[in-house]
């Protein structure tokens, strides 16, 4: 059904309900028009087959507190909540409620409910989310709109915003941008889920910005550099993959972030803002608990001092950290928290969602368990200061497409890095042979 045709009949639904501006709860705008220019007959042929038993419900106000009494959500005895709208969306249906009084969020969103209220009306899968308080939204779902994989936008060779960029599609159709300057971002997902390509996503969307010379990526894939090895002195500034290449990376890196630290503090900068002289540093490590299987103990708990030391200190003088690993657990990443970005690709048990969105995420509708293998790259995404998350989807990078991004982005065609010892350099000493800085010797004096 193409959205266009969904438009079409959403407006006069809405207007039939008076529900002009429902979405967002607050006064309604617009003056409803006579439900009987609407009668629910009309409504229900005019839309698509697929949701009319749906649409039969909600549009006919006997049945959707039939439905409400049944689900034991309302009763006449005690009253029903208020729908105060519903309308066609990408994915179906939202609906929004007005809780009745003494009920509270968990009352709608549990499986049992969401599962019950699917049969009811007829649909592949009920979600539920809280816009507001005493609100809830329920979102009767028949297509998934993140079915299509995403592609790649072109590359392009414009200015980056930093803090919003480009990674995939979200759900409702916008394009899911993710904050990566003054953030962190924590990534899990089980084999195959499409860490990948959210890495990859993120660096495309970064690239033009690593062309500039305004981030420098330094990589870890303690893989084996299978999945990152093509970017090897072109696209990273440093790239390691064994655990001891890793923690002396992490090591430079902490160093580099104390005295950057300690510089700006001197200078008394309120605020960093990337320069090329002083980068966003993006310290990236792919499947991290893989360091495990070839680190000592010892090492594992250095590799986790730093990145500790990182993570609480970097983010305001620029450095970034973005983790992947499969198994979000406290043991293999204790510093959840200290992640403001967090993407939950498919994960295998109900349990892990909680493991990388914090306490009772499953139950404000973070679903990762749900995420079907055949959509790899879909996510929840959460993030510090929201209490909802974005079902979103990765842009889809194939082999060809990561050499495309490296050959486009790279600053140099080869970053060897300084192959001498320059610490003793003077930047005011031009050399012996250039009059008129100190280090010329005049021949003629000489003699
Ligand atoms: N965003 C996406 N859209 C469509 N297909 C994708 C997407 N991301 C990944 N895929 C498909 O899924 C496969 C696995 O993806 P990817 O390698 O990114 O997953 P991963 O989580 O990094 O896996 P692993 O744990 O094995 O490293 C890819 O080869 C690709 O075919
Ligand atoms: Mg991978």
Known sequence: MLISSLIQTAVPIAGALG???????????????????????????????????????????ALTEQMLTTLKLGSPLVGFPGVQGWDYARHGLTVDLWMLGGQCFEDWNNDNIRSQMATYLGVRQVTVSSPAASWV????????????????????????????VPVGIREDGDTWRVQVLYRHILIAGAMGSGKGSVLWSIIAGLGPAIKAGLVDVLM???????????????????????????????????????????RLREARVRKFVPSVEDPLILIVIDEYAALSAFATREEMQEAMRLLGLILTQGRAVGFSVMVALQDPSKETMPNRQLFPVRIGLKLDEPTQNSMIHGQGAKDRGARCHEIPDTTPGVAYVGEDGTREFVRARAYYVSDDDADAIVDA???????????????????????????????????????
């Open 19 to 61: 529900v002009g501006a429902w979405i967002t709860p607050g006064p309604w705008h617009g003056t409803p028009a006579p439900a009987e220019e609407f009668p629910v007959a009309q409504i229900v042929a005019q839309a698509p087959a697929i949701l009319r038993p749906a649409v039969q419900v909600l549009a006919d106000p």
């Open 137 to 164: 939204r329920l979102q009767v779902r028949v297509h998934d709109t993140l079915a299509e994989p995403a592609t790649l936008p072109d590359l392009v060779h414009n200015e980056v915003d930093l803090e919003a």
């Open 220 to 262: 870890g894939d303690p893989k084996g550099g299978m999945e990152f090895g093509r970017g090897e002195h072109r696209l990273w500034v440093d790239f390691q993959w064994t655990a001891e290449g890793i923690i002396g990376m992490l090591k430079t890196a902490e160093k580099d972030m104390q005295d950057r630290a300690a």
């Open 409 to 447: 982005y790279s600053p140099a065609d080869e970053i060897t890095g300084p192959t001498q010892d320059y610490s003793d350099f003077d930047p005011d000493d031009l050399g012996e042979e250039i009059p008129g800085d100190g280090g010329f010797a005049d021949p003629a004096v000489a003699a």
